[in-house]
Nanobody, 119 residues
Framework: VQLQASGGGLVQPGGCLSL?????????????MGWYRQAPGKQRDLVAS???????NHADPVKGRFTISRDNAKNTVYLQMNNLKPEDTAVYYC??????????????WGQGTLVTVSS
């Protein structure tokens, strides 16, 4: 199983970016999916998560600005980021809990995509 994240880049404060993360491999079931971020010198923190049924949870710093969604048919999770602030600058990682026949249920991480918010 692999998670491939894309969509990061440089944006000005107040701007928007959309991240996506597609899972591939012998996936039988995808459970919770989420986005985390890690700024330089800081720990990796949860940004948002979504269950297989579509229930979402957003961290307080991004509530009202970021929206997580998923397309189960495409095994893909998205993060729409609006009104970006300099403090949103970080490497963003996608995460998914996936069941495969061969390995059972495991937690997988994408490779990370850099989001830089700067004027």
């Amino acid at each position: 199983v692999q998670l491939q994240a894309s969509g990061g880049g440089l944006v000005q404060p107040g701007g928007c970016l959309s991240l996506s993360c597609a899972a591939s491999g012998s996936i039988q079931i995808m459970y919770d999916m989420g986005w985390y971020r890690q700024a330089p010198g800081k720990q990796r923190d949860l940004v948002a998560s979504i269950t297989s049924g579509g229930l979402t949870n957003h961290a307080d710093p991004v509530k009202g600005r970021f929206t997580i969604s998923r397309d189960n048919a495409k095994n893909t999770v998205y993060l729409q980021m609006n009104n970006l602030k300099p403090e949103d600058t970080a490497v963003y990682y996608c995460n998914a809990e996936i069941y495969t026949i061969r390995s059972g249920t495991n937690n997988y991480w994408g490779q990370g995509t850099l989001v830089t918010v700067s004027s």
